[in-house]
């Protein structure tokens, strides 16, 4: 049965499937996180306005506000779950678990810290008042209804007052330190590099459409836009709950996972690697070790980093990503008698693909046979035409492929050589053959011999 409680338009699905980012991705996993944990409309409202998005509630309505978007989206446009009668039903849940277990509300007090930023001014009031004295509200005569009134002639998305926020389960003021927090300094105690662009902004180094401003991000490639919250999610790949926690310093936020489990995030607006980063010339060694090892040509390694598409971590293990998205990546650990490969992250990217209106390509099954056969050529775009280079035997991918370049009536793939990858290959083409069938698109196996009789264009180096 379809899934009726979130409505992603099918565009936005394509951009997130092909490793892409959207706005309104973004908004649905904020949204997800406060409905996770409010038990009011007030609530609600007030876990979003820290992160930044405004919401209009009316009789009948609920209409959300994204930060830099003028035009507002309604509840229902969003799903069943995110307008009003879905937001009442999750309130009354929430309500109903947050009664079998009393003492999270003190828990949570007592967790919280005088917390202050690096220039001594502190970012938020700690105070029972916001925590209802530690009590749960009754729920007897409870109106789901209610929310603060928008005026029609001023303010449309008014922000419920602390007051009415102090029975909220996550306290108000620790979600507010955590957003107000710097993220500047943030990046210099672990040493994430930022420069000034030739606007005089601040911006990551590596990926200059991160704009960093005191306690605010903004993506200027997909608008999306944050604080040092999700900033710290990104980084550590963790929930939302978990940054604010250790921002905050409060561990005890973390039991609300416990008891609830933890909020997870479908979508990241970017990314910050989360491992320890090699030294420039060791990696380089690290790297030309493994693609020896691999019989692979030393010389491609310049263009893997410049193409960033390998990093070497302080432990040796080189990481493999994929093109146009940092969402998944291959990890080669290096052991005593070789090196032990292991997959992150989601399997809908290709290594490398190229194409120019052929009816006929080339798919390489894997990207290191690839990389051994086209040798210092293999990244070279002038050399590259009709061909899919995978990450490894991913149907996904693939399709994808396909279905962005309909003019595709033929694919040969290249047979490899791995013992351990070929049977496994045989059940992918074969798989391949009866599902693409329909479409009139024809699947060969090919081997390297055949390929070069058919005066394929593969630059191969010897």
Same mark, same amino acid.
Request: with cysteine; glycine share 8%.
């Given at each position: ?130 925590? +209802? ?72 180094? +590596? ?31 963790? %929930? ?10 409060? $561990? ?8 609830? +489990? ?32 691999? +019989? ?112 595709? $009536? ?46 394929? %264009? ?5």
């Amino acid at each position: 049965q379809k899934d009726k409680s979130k409505k992603i338009p099918q565009k936005v699905k394509e951009i997130e499937r092909r490793g892409g980012q959207s706005y309104r991705l973004d908004l649905f996993q904020k949204a997800d996180f406060a409905k996770a944990y409010a038990t009011s409309f007030d609530e609600y409202v007030g876990i979003l306005s820290e992160f930044s998005i405004n919401v209009a509630i009316t009789e009948k309505n609920i209409t959300y506000f994204y930060t830099g978007h003028n035009k507002g989206i309604r509840g229902n446009k969003l799903g069943n779950s995110y307008d009003k009668k879905g937001l009442v039903k999750k309130f009354k849940e929430n309500d109903s678990l947050f009664l079998k277990q009393p003492q999270l509300r003190s828990k949570i007090r007592d967790g919280i810290t005088n917390y202050q930023n690096g220039k001594g001014d502190s970012l938020g009031v700690s105070s029972s008042l916001l925590l +209802g004295g530690g009590t749960a509200q009754g729920l007897k005569g409870k109106d789901y209804e209610a929310y603060t009134k928008s005026n029609r002639r001023g303010n449309r998305t008014p922000i419920p007052t602390d007051h009415d926020l102090r029975h909220s389960i996550i306290p108000i003021s620790e979600i507010r330190k955590a957003s107000n927090s710097d993220i500047l300094e943030y990046c210099n105690k672990h040493k994430i590099k930022t420069i000034t662009n030739d606007k005089g902004k601040t911006v990551l180094k +590596g990926r200059e459409h991160i704009v960093i401003n005191d306690n605010r991000w903004t993506n200027t490639k997909n608008k999306t836009t944050g604080s040092l919250i999700e900033f710290v999610t990104a980084h550590n790949s963790t %929930s939302y709950l978990r940054a604010i926690s250790q921002i905050t310093g409060n $561990k005890n936020l973390l039991l609300l996972e416990q008891y609830m +489990g933890e909020i997870k995030r479908p979508y990241t607006s970017f990314y910050i690697p989360k491992q320890k980063q090699e030294k420039v010339d060791l990696a380089k060694l690290k790297l030309n070790k493994f693609l020896k090892y691999h +019989g692979i040509n030393e010389k491609v390694s310049e263009d893997l980093f410049k193409l960033k598409k390998v990093q070497v971590d302080s432990k040796g293990s080189i990481w493999f990503y994929p093109e146009g998205t940092d969402k998944e990546a291959i990890e080669f650990s290096p052991e005593t008698n070789g090196y032990k490969s292991k997959r992150h992250g989601d399997k809908s990217a290709p290594f490398k693909s190229s194409y120019k209106n052929e009816k006929n390509v080339t798919i390489f099954s894997n990207f290191l046979s690839f990389l051994k056969l086209k040798g210092s050529k293999a990244l070279d775009p002038k050399k590259s035409k009709g061909e899919l280079v995978l990450m490894g035997l991913e149907e996904k991918a693939l399709h994808i492929f396909l279905a962005n370049n309909p003019k595709i $009536k033929g694919i040969d793939i290249l047979e490899d050589n791995s013992k351990s990858l070929q049977k496994n290959q045989w059940n992918f083409i074969d798989k391949l053959k009866k599902d693409l069938k329909p479409y009139g698109i024809t699947v060969n196996q090919v081997s390297f011999e055949q390929a070069l009789k058919k005066k394929r %264009s593969l630059d191969l180096d010897f």
